[in-house]
């Protein structure tokens, strides 16, 4: 489906440069709104003052969106590029996101994540919108920048209509070291902070109340964690409220 560029693009910045949302593309049915992007910029704990997020929780349920009813409407695969410069093996990245997939994908009926194939051209693209949703490491200039993870959908316009088009995930491998905290807890864990990327790209927002720490998505982590493989509580009845 053609796309029309629209031609004033507005910036929304939110907690500082924590999520920027990005309206790029007019739907000519004019039933979605705009093609938007969204990026969460994932911090190592202590880097930024907890505050209240853009995930506003109903009480403290702790859970939070993209956007209301924003959610993939058929199986995403995607391509994981395992390439790094720590000797990471392919192995330990493939499994490490078949995991973190599989935690969001069994408490729903619908299968989320398709198939994630390895491909060593696949790239973070600077979150250009190319077709393609890839996993891979790199560079981030922001300061205490552990990943980033950009979201293209239509997060507008009617609940029924709003859908997520695409994702790309960025792990920073210059200012963190990487591999299984619980064989080295000074390492940042690869399943640990893959499982809260994923999440973004399934449909799920940041979380930073200081009472939702617990949470798979909350928005900052550190080396040596790794309670964030498994989802808490609310990331469960978020996800499960968002592909009801």
Not at 125 to 129: Q, S
Not at 146 to 157: L, R, S
Not at 163 to 189: N, R, S, Y
């Given at each position: 489906?053609?796309?029309?560029?629209?031609?004033?693009?507005?910036?929304?910045?939110?907690?500082?440069?924590?999520?920027?949302?990005?309206?790029?593309?007019?739907?000519?049915?004019?039933?979605?709104?705009?093609?938007?992007?969204?990026?969460?910029?994932?911090?190592?704990?202590?880097?930024?003052?907890?505050?209240?997020?853009?995930?506003?929780?109903?009480?403290?349920?702790?859970?939070g969106f993209l956007a209301k009813g924003a959610k993939w409407k058929t199986t995403e695969s995607y391509k994981i590029n395992p390439t790094n410069s720590q000797g990471l093996s392919q192995e330990l990245i493939v499994n490490s996101t078949d995991a973190a997939d599989a935690n969001w994908d069994n408490q729903v009926a619908f299968n989320i994540f398709g198939t994630g194939t390895v491909d060593y051209s696949a790239s973070y693209?600077?979150?250009?919108?190319d077709g393609n949703n890839t996993l891979s490491f790199?560079?981030?200039?922001?300061?205490?920048?552990?990943?980033?993870?950009?979201?293209?959908?239509?997060?507008?316009?009617?609940?029924?209509?709003?859908?997520?088009?695409?994702?790309?995930?960025?792990?920073?491998?210059?200012?963190?070291?990487?591999?299984?905290?619980?064989?080295?807890?000074?390492?940042?864990?690869?399943?640990?902070?893959?499982?809260?990327?994923?999440?973004?790209?399934?449909g799920m927002g940041d979380l930073y109340q200081i009472q939702c720490a617990p949470q798979t998505m909350y928005g900052y982590s550190t080396e040596g964690e790794t309670s964030k493989r498994d989802l808490d509580s609310g990331d469960i009845t978020g996800i499960k409220k968002l592909y009801s």
């Open positions: 489906m053609n796309k029309i560029l629209v031609t004033v693009a507005i910036v929304v910045l939110v907690l500082t440069g924590l999520v920027l949302a990005f309206p790029l593309q007019a739907d000519p049915q004019g039933d979605k709104g705009s093609l938007e992007k969204i990026t969460f910029i994932h911090y190592k704990d202590g880097h930024i003052k907890q505050v209240n997020g853009n995930a506003k929780p109903a009480s403290i349920a702790c859970y693209n600077n979150g250009n919108l790199g560079s981030i200039s922001n300061t205490g920048a552990i990943a980033v993870t950009t979201v293209w959908g239509y997060f507008g316009g009617p609940v029924q209509t709003r859908e997520l088009i695409e994702w790309d995930m960025l792990l920073d491998q210059v200012d963190f070291q990487w591999g299984d905290a619980t064989l080295d807890p000074t390492k940042m864990d690869v399943q640990n902070i893959i499982t809260h990327e994923i999440g973004h790209s399934a």
